[in-house]
Every structure is written in C-alpha cells, then in structure tokens.
C-alpha cells in the first residue's frame, strides 16, 4: 500500500467515525472536498481491500414482555389456564442443528409436546398449538419468551382470536417460567445429555418415548407423589390435590 493510499484509508476512516452509514460514493465526494484527486471506482476498490465495507443495519428486536407475564403474578389455576413453551437446541450425530419445541400445562405438569426439527419457525409454532388446541381444548394464557417465533404478528393474532393471552416474560430473566425451565432441565439431564442422537426421525422417537414416561410414570413431589396423568385424571373425577 503506497504512502498515498495509506493517508486515504486514513481520511476514510476519519469520515466514518462521523459519518458510519456513509458509502463509497459519499465518501468519494466527501474526499474530493479535502482535496483528493479520485473517483468512485477507486474508492470503491479501496474499500473493498481494506474492509471499509458499511455493516448491514442490525434490526432492533421488540421486546413485549413485563413481569405481569412471569409466573409470580401469573399463577396456573386449573388445566389449559397457561400453556409454557419454550425451545431446547441440540444436535444430532452428524452435528446438524436439532431445535425442540416445548409446551408444558403448568397446572397439571403435563408436557403436551416436544416437536424436534431442523428449523421451528412461528407458523409452525402456530401449527402445533393448534393441533394442542383440537385435541385439548384452549388455553387462556400462553407464556414465553421473547424469541421471534414467539412475538410474531400472526402468531399473537392467532391466539387473540379466541380470546387468548400472550403472555411474555421478561427479557433475561428465565425463571419467570419456571416450570418449562425445570422441565427443560430434566429432559437435558435424562436424555439429551446421556444420549447420541443418530438422526431426526430417531430423536423424535426417543422425544416422544420421554413425554410418555414424564407424563405417565414420572412422579412429582409437588403433585403429592402423582404423575401428572394421574394428577390430571383426578381433577376430571372432582379428586382435587393442589398443586404446590
């Protein structure tokens, strides 16, 4: 690099600490103001060799959560009152990108659904619950985080149109759902941690043989030693236990 071309960079430099969105074309009137003798091509080249390239504008992410969502002021009364979701990530053998979905009743503990694929986007996020929704009914509130299939416009008209809540905790702090965080927990001590996972069609066998045993033979101190089959089967015979 000539003495030349160093004291450009360094005037390209100068002008972008002013100016950071500024192009090769502003630049290059920006230049011939302080007297360089160069037109755009150069400049475009310069930039290109020494990495002046404009970095693509980052999107500000919305953040809708409050404590109002958290599980302190948003206490599960009875079944299908708040569905918790949340995403497991982990990788199957050959290190493809493994992406569980997660839906927990939190009043009954049930796990009503770990979905795994290569990629969860909000309408299939929507896809689930209501398949959810046909086989159990509605629920009023549906907690999470912020990630973006979660605050997604069509998802959150979606579950407003049956006069549903979403309801998001807030940013950084996880233990506003617990439950689904201590589920998570388990799963990742249970299964994920122990197992290999050889492909997707065999994890999501593996998932649903753990859902099964959670829901149906696990048992759960704060359900009075029931599993959450059980625990659930004695609120439709009027055989309440609370919940702790």
């Avoid at 053998?93 to 049930?110: H, Q, S």
């Avoid at 069609?201 to 593996?206: I, K």
């Amino acid at each position: 690099m000539t003495d030349i071309e160093k004291q450009i960079v360094s005037d390209i430099h100068d002008i972008r600490r002013r100016r950071p969105r500024y192009g090769y074309r502003r630049l290059t009137a920006e230049l011939q103001g302080r007297g360089w003798r160069v037109n755009h091509k150069r400049i475009a080249r310069i930039c290109r060799n020494h990495g002046l390239k404009i970095l693509p504008v980052r999107r500000k992410r919305r953040y809708l959560g409050s404590a109002e969502g958290g599980i302190l002021r948003l206490r599960a009364e009875r079944p299908n009152h708040v569905w918790a979701v949340d995403f497991v990530h982990d990788r199957t053998a050959d290190g493809r990108m493994l992406k569980i979905l997660v839906v927990i009743d939190e009043f009954t503990r049930e796990c009503l659904a770990l979905e795994a694929a290569r990629s969860i986007r909000a309408n299939d996020v929507r896809s689930i619950l209501r398949q959810l929704c046909i086989e159990r009914g509605m629920p009023e509130h549906i907690r999470s985080d912020n990630g973006p299939e979660f605050v997604a416009d069509d998802l959150r008209q979606w579950i407003a149109g049956w006069n549903g809540h979403s309801s998001f905790i807030e940013p950084g702090a996880p233990w506003q759902n617990a439950y689904v965080e201590s589920f998570n927990g388990r799963l990742d001590d249970e299964l994920l941690a122990g197992e290999l996972l050889p492909s997707l069609a065999e994890a999501r066998w593996l998932l649903d043989r753990y859902r099964h045993d959670y829901n149906h033979h696990r048992k759960h101190s704060s359900l009075a030693y029931r599993t959450p089959a059980q625990y659930a089967e004695s609120l439709k015979k009027g055989c309440l236990v609370e919940a702790a």
